[in-house]
């Protein structure tokens, strides 16, 4: 029971402590960034790899939106909303490296029906790579839409403001996404 509340206490203090560290951030104080940059770095460089599909461009690109968010800070309204800001930064950096790029996204090609099954069970790497190539059957936006609610975690409400389209857009684009990964998906856990 007192780890449920120590839990729960905890929850409370980060997210005051984000508020604190942005109000802190917004007077020119630059440690009370950097450790917003440390508690967030992770997660949005992950959104950018999946997105961008390149280690090196997703290292640079989250650089870049750490010190675009830094720039603008005096520009949040609302610290509460900070995370949906800050990966709507990182969107709007994804896509412009992508149209920059013209490039089409890499595909890992794998072949889900070679995969090296022991007691019906996939290794973790061919699993991680089936997912992986499943999401590049995806359109971009498709597959942001599945990145930010599956791998992010995000509300409807957070990715629409996000992706700067309406919350219809969004489920429609998520919910087909979901579609078509079960339809790529299923064969394997057929196999299973």
């Not at 942005?22 to 770095?41: C, D, F, H, M, T």
């Not at 949906?84 to 029906?113: C, M, Q, V």
């Not at 999401?135 to 936006?141: I, K, N, S």
Request: aromatic share 10%; proline share 4%.
């Amino acid at each position: 029971m007192r780890l449920d509340t120590y839990g729960a206490e905890r929850l409370i203090f980060r997210e005051v402590e984000d508020r604190d560290l942005i109000a802190k951030a917004r007077k020119g104080q630059v440690e009370p960034y950097n450790l917003l940059v440390s508690r967030w770095e992770k997660r949005v460089f992950n959104y950018l790899y999946r997105l961008v599909g390149d280690r090196e461009d997703a290292m640079d690109l989250t650089q870049d939106v750490f010190l675009k968010a830094y720039q603008a800070l005096p520009k949040l309204e609302d610290p509460a909303r900070f995370s949906g800001w800050l990966f709507r930064i990182a969107h709007n950096e994804a896509y412009s490296l992508l149209r920059k790029n013209r490039l089409d996204d890499a595909e890992i090609t794998y072949d889900p029906s070679t995969a090296n099954l022991t007691g019906g069970r996939m290794y973790p790497m061919e699993l991680s790579l089936t997912v992986e190539s499943a999401l590049g059957r995806l359109t971009p936006e498709q597959r942001e839409a599945v990145l930010l609610k599956v791998f992010q975690g995000f509300k409807f409400e957070e990715m629409a403001e996000v992706l700067g389209i309406p919350v219809s857009t969004v489920k429609s684009r998520l919910y087909t996404a979901l579609d078509l990964l079960k339809d790529v998906l299923a064969p394997m856990q057929a196999q299973r």
